[in-house]
């Protein structure tokens, strides 16, 4: 596709339960990041990937938190045993390259709502 | 602390009118700056970029400045229209890495 498509674009999940969200980046394109945007908030790094390479994952915020990108190209955010606090909007980017000066392309983001 | 502060935290004004967000960052060592628009429900997307030798950077009726020495930015909108109501957020890159830094954004509504 011309952009970058999430999945789903909304989750509602129950406290303790598990969930992927997927990521769906502009082919060719060898970055990807995911960010996660609390309400009324801007978006937070969690995570990046070059290829299939996890390069960054410094912004995870606990070890339920899991991120994959096995072929270099659709990446999945798995998180285990939702907590409330995990309700955001979690927004996929990516980039041609690496390096500061290329643009990103965002996806729609996927509203995770954990009651 | 954000490394990222942007004002106001929201914004009205009348459809025609001109307005003029502000950005002040602390992200060291520097590499560009972007202004992003993301309209409710939707992701961000690119109105402008700067890197540190550019002043100003002008995409139709939005103008960014820049200056790296007080480590400041501007987005001006001119003219504005009902369809500029969103959110203004402005993105700081290190230049030693490609994380982007977001400040929280300035949530602009125009009114007819």
């Known amino acids: 596709g011309a952009g970058v498509s999430q999945s789903p674009r909304y989750k509602v999940a129950k406290r303790g339960q598990d969930v992927a969200l997927r990521c769906d980046p502009i082919s060719g394109h060898v970055s990807l990041f995911w960010y996660q945007q609390a309400l009324g908030q801007g978006p937070e790094f969690l995570t990046y990937?070059?290829?299939?390479?996890?390069?960054?994952k410094s912004g995870l915020p606990s070890d339920r938190f899991f991120a994959e990108r096995p072929e270099g190209s659709v990446s999945t955010l798995k998180i285990q045993r939702t907590q409330q606090e995990d309700s955001a909007v979690y927004l996929c980017?990516?980039?041609?390259?690496?390096?500061?000066?290329?643009?990103?392309?965002f996806g729609s983001g996927t509203r995770l709502t954990v009651v | 602390k954000n490394q990222v502060e942007q004002s106001p935290q929201s914004l009205i004004i009348l459809e025609g009118k001109n307005c003029t967000l502000q950005c002040n960052y602390t992200v060291s060592p520097f590499s560009n700056l972007r202004w992003y628009k993301q309209d409710t429900g939707r992701g961000p997307v690119s109105l402008t970029i700067?890197?540190?030798?550019?002043n100003t950077k002008s995409n139709g009726r939005y103008t960014a400045t820049l200056d790296a020495d007080t480590k400041q930015s501007s987005l001006h909108i001119t003219a504005s229209q009902l369809s500029d109501s969103a959110s203004y957020i402005c993105v700081v890159t290190k230049s030693s890495g490609d994380k982007l830094t977001f400040g929280t954004g300035t949530r602009l509504a125009v009114r007819p």
């Open positions: 990937f070059q290829n299939e390479a996890q390069l960054d």
């Open positions: 980017a990516s980039s041609l390259a690496l390096g500061g000066n290329y643009g990103y392309t």
């Open positions: 700067m890197t540190f030798s550019e």
